[in-house]
């Protein structure tokens, strides 16, 4: 091998993630060598976003076309010509993503596969190149099918689809995501017989519930064919059979004929190789990372699709952005993984949706505290002139404050659109906003102002209940704020009226706690209707053994703290009574808490669970009482007593002389308290691993 080569940035991949990558560090004076395997632009501009959209464009004005002015020799020409527009266009943006472009930057471009050979170095070929930093953006390609009877020179994927020379007569295609929904509609529409089967019981399954009817609509008007619940079982010649499912069951079988079968059912990452010699964990899906994209190895970041659960050119894009200016920074600017990400399916008509599905919101925040708000393209009087009244939009936002939560739209400019909501939900925009904007006359962005519209109104109406239920729901912090506000007043005014420090104060506490008979039912009362007024249950039940000793602590405490489980328990049942929680995406782990209550509890008070997330949770999702309470009579007793021993190690009379020092602490039941909770996590364990095999 020859000499290493030294840079500061290696940029592994010249798509989306990686150009964006190389050029920021570069902007910033860093010395950047780019390697990319293939070609530059990586998929997106080669076989993905820009060929799919460009064949999208020419369908879609060939379609037009054909429904306004009929056919004809200059329609077939145009129509023949699809593919050589979409190489065209392929080829016009390349002109600017060729390897003389990025050196003209400063950035040296070497083609070929990259492997790491170390934690800091790659070679390609016989070349060495050492880095202080590296970015793996190597992105990823479509997941393959293995089909009995299939013939590979059937298959079509996005990263051959664009080779061909015309439409196929017929096109089966396996996989209702955006690439087989906007490659299916784009054949279709150059006159393709098209088929989309699907393993999904729903059409557009990830699309709001108004929308999907909408969009299937728009596919089976243009004569495609929807399979749903279809497994493929094999192919025989040109013909493939679907198994028919209802769950586990084989309910008929069916036949689809065509000339290609184009597969789309996700995408699987490019891995480089020698990742195990540079230290970077990984699996058949991704390379693992933390919250600011850094690989195992620290001196290693990866992004988009090699890395990333949302496989957007956008969001490779942004998170390169991000992680430039996180390694610039070294480390003082963080990577925001909390954003706001649009989805757009680019078919006729646009399907686009940010933020939280309507399910999602519903299960976070509850039913009550949402509002659902849709707005027909029929009312908007630029979908009217251009008869495209057939959209809708939806939004899930909370009331009172009119936060956007979600977006879903289907119509046309839905991809410009969505973009409103997406700055709405990552600026914290409400509704509320958004309805007093000066919307230009006529644009399909004055829905946005007609769902502002819907929410002020329907909330005016509703503000009184609303506000009702807010105060209902706040009423715990509410009652809580009063009581410490009145605790402290009368604290600090009988402190200054007997001319005591808040150490004398304290002291008379103690005294009052430990030398009346008063004490301990006070602190029973005290703890029982903790939940109310927020004391924190860890303190209370170590201030009872320091107060009362070990034995006399637990009981105390074991009557105190039972009562406060109990207590917040039903607080939950009574706020959480009107929730459908087994209707929402968690409606399965309900279901099995509800079913198992003794055990979940059990384990949750074993493992040191929060101690009133328990309590309340039990009550929300209406966990069996019964078994509640005993789990929690049984589960509290070792987090109780360790906590009791904690507090009885402090020597009272020490610590009135001395203060809080080592000599104020009783080593035994210190050891105590620790012994206790090792052996209460050890048992919690043993107990889940036990559950897992039975």
């Known amino acids: 091998m020859n000499e290493t080569k030294k840079y500061d940035i290696v940029v592994i991949g010249a798509g989306s993630g990686g150009l964006t990558s190389a050029v920021g560090f570069s902007k910033i004076g860093k010395k950047v060598l780019l390697i990319e395997k293939e070609h530059m632009g990586g998929e997106c ?80 070929g016989d070349m060495v190149y050492g880095y202080k930093r590296a970015i793996i953006a190597t992105g990823s ?93 094999k192919v025989e010649g040109k013909e493939a059979i679907f198994e028919i499912k209802d769950g586990d069951q084989v309910v008929r079988e069916e036949r689809v004929t065509f000339d290609k079968v184009l597969i ?85 008509p646009e399907v686009a949706q940010v933020g939280m599905s309507e399910a999602a919101a519903d299960a976070k925040f509850g039913t009550d505290r949402i509002m659902r708000i849709e707005v027909p393209f029929s009312t908007n009087d630029r979908a009217k002139t251009d008869e495209a009244t057939d959209g809708m939009l939806v939004v899930t936002a909370r009331r009172l404050n009119g936060a956007v939560l979600g977006a879903h739209i289907i119509g046309p400019a839905a991809g410009e659109l969505i973009t409103i909501f997406t700055l709405a939900i990552d600026e914290k925009i409400s509704l509320w906003k958004l309805q007093k904007l000066i919307y230009a006359y006529p644009t399909y962005s004055l829905t946005v102002k007609k769902a502002g519209d819907y929410f002020v109104a329907q909330q005016l109406k509703d503000i009184k209940v609303d506000i009702k239920k807010a105060i209902k729901r706040a009423l715990p912090k509410i009652i809580a704020g ?131 997330l328990t309590n309340y949770g039990s009550g929300v999702v209406k966990a069996k009482w019964n078994e509640y309470f005993f789990a929690t009579l049984i589960g509290i007793m070792p987090g109780l007593t360790t906590f009791v021993a904690l507090g009885a190690a402090v020597d009272l ?24 909770f090792i052996t209460s996590l050890f048992l919690s364990k043993f107990l889940k691993r036990w559950k897992a095999e039975m």
């Open 141 to 233: 390609h479509p997941r393959n099918l293995e089909i009995d009877g299939l013939s590979k020179t059937d298959v079509l994927t996005n990263q051959n689809i664009f080779d061909l020379d015309e439409a196929p007569k017929s096109l089966l295609v396996i996989g209702a995501g955006p690439i087989g929904l906007e490659m299916g509609q784009a054949m279709a529409m150059l006159g393709s017989r098209v088929t989309i089967a699907t393993i999904d019981n729903e059409f557009g399954r990830l699309e709001d519930k108004a929308i999907r009817p909408k969009l299937k609509a728009a596919f089976t008007d243009l004569g495609i064919n929807i399979k749903l619940s279809a497994f493929i079982k």
């Open 264 to 348: 789309a059912v996700g995408r699987v990452p490019n891995l480089p190789p020698g990742l195990e010699a540079a230290g970077i964990k990984h699996d058949d899906r991704c390379i693992m990372v933390d919250s600011q994209h850094r690989t195992s190895n620290k001196y290693v970041f990866a992004l988009g699709d090699v890395a990333q659960r949302l496989k957007f050119t956008h969001t490779a894009d942004d998170t390169a952005r991000q992680v430039v200016t996180h390694v610039a920074s070294k480390g003082l600017v963080r990577v925001n993984k909390k954003k706001a990400v649009p989805k757009v399916t680019y078919t006729s």
């Open 482 to 612: 009063v009581f410490w506000a009145a605790l402290i007043y009368l604290f600090q005014s009988y402190r200054i009226e007997n001319n005591l420090s808040y150490k004398d104060v304290l002291f008379e506490l103690i005294h009052f706690f430990t030398s009346t008979a008063w004490g301990p039912l006070v602190y029973i009362v005290l703890y029982a209707v903790r939940p109310l007024i927020l004391f924190p249950a860890t303190l209370l039940t170590a201030l009872s053994g320091a107060l009362f000793g070990l034995w006399w602590g637990i009981i105390f405490t074991v009557i105190g703290e039972n009562a406060s489980a109990n207590f917040a328990y039903w607080i939950g049942r009574f706020f959480g009574k009107d929730l459908k929680l087994e209707d929402t995406i968690i409606g399965n782990w309900v279901e099995k808490l509800r079913s198992n209550s003794f055990e979940a509890v059990l384990l949750m008070r074993l493992f040191y669970f929060p101690f009133d």
């Open 45 to 124: 501009t080669n076989s993905g976003c820009i060929p799919s959209k460009a064949l999208l464009h020419h369908a879609k004005a060939y379609h037009q076309a054909l429904k306004v002015a009929g056919g004809g020799a200059k329609s077939e020409a145009f129509r023949a010509d699809a593919f050589t527009y979409v190489r065209n266009t392929i080829n016009n943006i390349l002109k600017e993503e060729t390897p003389e472009t990025f050196e003209k930057m400063g950035i040296d471009v070497v083609m070929g596969e990259a492997e790491f050979i170390s934690k800091c170095s790659v070679k390609v």
């Open 653 to 676: 009379e020490e610590f009135r002389t001395m203060g809080l020092t080592f000599d104020a602490l009783d080593p035994k039941f210190l050891a105590l308290s620790v012994t206790i």
